[in-house]
């Protein structure tokens, strides 16, 4: 350990300096938090608008604001399905719910709980195995079993098991997403009940904080202890909320603090790579040492000694195997976690970086958090790049915030897909309601949905508009006033998809010079910044410039509307307002072709959906063959065919080659046309529309000859 207090105070600003430059600074911070929770919100607005009985949490290090780059941590996300009731007291039950009363006796282990199943016309248990989902146990309880989290993954390939959660792989530059499934309680649970009363040095967490976790209540998950005796049934009981509330109540050396832990957590603890000591445990453990500390000590010139307080601190939960729940103390964090063998290496490990703390902080990789400390305490000589791969703390920020409204962008297209789903079958006055129901977020919602509202309702707007020229086209051909006010509303969804609908409105009608004229200016917009191309029907995440993120990492989110094209997407009913030769891609699937569709994921293959250039330039093509410009046509159809061979995001580059190809049959080049729909096979060789066009290509070109 450094012995020179000077030195400490130095070196604690040098390391809260560097944390700094990585991004764990309060800009930073609030920016992720602000990101995820706008993700949150936005979710749980389209669930609670389409009457889906599920609130998402977004929890853990990235909604805290608590990572880096180089610690690329996953999103955590806890799904509470409020079909279901957990209950402490019998005056909680409620009707028609499926009640469970939450069990915690000399057979559960501190902290968990079994559920024991009750009936939903009167607060009784019931007495009968309902279903394989329930179990007797040697009182006659029914009990419910924590493996129902087996449902969720059967059959699906693009998710695995891992304890409670459901991971699903994130893709390059983007985080893996860890989905747990909850069960929520409204009470708070009857085990941290001393927590409400419990009063640390620093008077903290305050009363404002425990009044919040009193409100929020708890929730269960499918786990359980690892020291338990009856595996299938013993459940968690969850107090994420108050835990996030906590950390969002964190300074930022408190938080830079916690960050510095996973990363020599990561680095030097954890022997051969494993997993033992987590870092939920060094959450708690920097919690216990705020909570036993005056709140003075957790200032940037004291960041060192504050790491080095906590590392004791765990090093002697090691040792007495034994990390308390920081509400729910009787949890032992700890309890059958560790062979002897590797508590003795975890403490080894934890002492020989206590005492080498100088050489262990200077050679932290993460980041390159070493290399940097090394140039502020002047450990390298002048004039050398220790670190020519570090991107600088501008670079960082920019990366971080850009890619964070990336990811905003993309959840916002998801949700437009699932809210098409749940339009997709609705009629109109269905479809009406839910417009409503959006609308009730405008006007009534807090800030957050305020602008989460603003991020989402253009596209229902355009959706419903072109539901209702839809259907005025198909009765006189003409566009009604109430559409053409609900597609204008939508205009400002991003910067093309919406007005590209508004155009093959037009064109539907007849109306050249109107769609025309509105393709020109979207070419405009579309080339006069730097635009992402974003389609949430596919995985594969958008490729992002260096130049996108310098241009755009000032803004808020807002710029999500004039930094993005998304895909084009047409539901069946709005089969008018789409243009002949897509609407072969809303019944591009065989019978056989249905085997191999994910039920959710690609309900998209039920309607015509096409990237925003291709489908720009297509019109172009179109609606210049119409008004016999035959140069513009040409320019037209010679922009679709760059875009489909050169552009690196398209999501449905199967669907702009079927449209090439029946531009190529038009003009009269049926071998080209014939080449286009063979490249769109090898794109996607099932639900693909293009085995519809080659056998009709081929049958006319039989009957000609």
């Not at 936005?42 to 853990?60: A, E, K, P, Q, V």
């Not at 930094?563 to 891609?585: G, M, S």
Request: hydrophobic residues 35%; aromatic residues 8%; proline residues 3%.
């Amino acid at each position: 350990m450094f012995q020179e207090p000077d030195y400490r105070e130095n070196l604690s600003l040098m390391l809260s300096e560097v944390l700094h430059d990585i991004g764990v600074n309060e800009r930073m911070v609030m920016g992720r938090r602000r990101g995820l929770m706008l993700i949150e919100t936005m979710t749980n607005i389209s669930n609670r608008s389409t009457d889906i009985n599920l609130t998402h949490f977004f929890l853990g290090s990235q909604s805290e604001g608590t990572t880096t780059i180089g610690l690329d941590s996953d999103v955590d996300i806890l799904v509470c399905n409020h079909d279901f009731n957990i209950i402490q007291d019998w005056s909680e039950w409620e009707h028609g719910k499926l009640n469970y009363l939450m069990i915690q006796d000399e057979n559960t282990t501190p902290g968990y709980c079994f559920l024991q199943r009750l009936r939903d016309d009167e607060p009784l248990p019931v007495t009968v195995i309902l279903d394989e989902h329930c179990i007797t146990d040697r009182r006659g309880r029914i009990l419910y079993k924590n493996t129902v989290i087996n449902d969720y993954l059967e059959g699906d390939q693009q998710h695995r098991q891992h304890g409670p959660s459901i991971v699903e792989q994130g893709q390059p530059g983007f985080s893996d997403r860890d989905m747990v499934i909850a069960l929520p309680c409204k009470s708070w649970p009857q085990s941290a009940s001393g927590w409400s009363e419990r009063q640390g040095i620093g008077r903290w967490p305050t009363q404002e904080m425990r009044r919040y976790a009193a409100s929020t209540g708890c929730l269960v998950v499918p786990t359980r202890s690892k020291v338990s005796e009856y595996p299938e049934l013993e459940w968690r009981i969850s107090t994420s909320l108050t835990e996030r509330c906590i950390m969002y109540n964190l300074n930022i050396t408190q938080i830079r603090c916690y960050v510095l832990l996973k990363m020599i957590l990561k680095s030097f603890l954890n022997p051969q790579d494993e997993i033992n000591i987590s870092s939920f445990m060094c959450k708690t453990v920097l919690l216990h040492c705020i909570e036993n500390t005056e709140s003075q000590i957790w200032k940037d010139n004291n960041l060192y000694t504050c790491v080095t307080y906590c590392l004791l601190e765990l090093h002697s939960c090691v040792q007495n195997d034994c990390c308390s729940h920081f509400i729910i103390p009787e949890n032992n964090l700890m309890a059958g976690q560790f062979t002897a063998e590797t508590k003795h290496e975890l403490s080894k490990n934890i002492c020989d970086f206590i005492q080498n703390d100088r050489q262990r902080l200077l050679s932290i990789d993460i980041d390159d958090v070493g290399h940097r400390l090394q140039v502020k305490l002047n450990r390298v000589p002048h004039g050398i790049n220790y670190f020519p791969s570090s991107m600088s703390s501008l670079e960082i920020y920019e990366r971080v915030l850009t890619l964070g409204y990336v990811n905003i962008a993309i959840h916002i297209s998801r949700h437009h897909q699932l809210t098409l789903r749940h339009l997709h079958n609705k009629n109109i006055r269905t479809k009406k309601q839910y417009v409503c129901n959006l609308m009730t977020f405008s006007d009534n919602g807090n800030r957050l949905e305020h602008s989460a509202f603003k991020l989402l309702a253009p596209f229902l707007f355009t959706t419903y508009g072109s539901i209702l020229a839809s259907s005025s086209i198909g009765e006189n051909n003409r566009v009604s006033p109430q559409a053409l006010e609900c597609l204008s509303a939508g205009l400002n969804s991003d910067i093309s998809s919406s007005r590209l609908k508004l155009a093959s409105v037009f064109y539907s009608t007849g109306d050249m010079e109107k769609a025309e004229l509105i393709l020109r200016h979207t070419e405009q917009q579309y080339y006069s910044n730097p635009v992402l191309t974003i389609c949430g029907c596919h995985r594969q995440p958008p490729a992002v410039t260096e130049e996108f993120m310098r241009a755009y990492n000032e803004q808020s989110e807002d710029c999500i509307k004039h930094i993005t094209a998304f895909c084009v997407r047409f539901i069946q009913r709005e089969i008018n307002c789409v243009p002949h030769e897509l609407q072969y891609e809303m019944f591009r699937s065989t019978q056989d072709d249905m085997i191999h569709r994910r039920r959710i994921k690609d309900c998209w293959m039920d309607w015509a959906v096409v990237d925003s250039l291709p489908l720009l330039y297509f019109l172009q093509y179109k609606i210049y063959r119409h008004l016999q410009r035959h140069q513009d046509k040409q320019q037209a159809l010679c922009k679709l065919i760059r875009t489909i061979n050169t552009g690196e995001n398209l999501g449905h580059r199967e669907t702009a080659l079927n449209i090439l190809g029946q531009c190529m049959e038009q003009e009269k080049r049926p071998q080209q046309a014939l080449k286009c729909y063979m490249l769109s096979l090898q794109q996607r060789p099932r639900n693909n529309a293009a085995n519809f066009h080659i056998c009709k290509l081929l049958s006319g070109l039989l009957v000609s000859q």
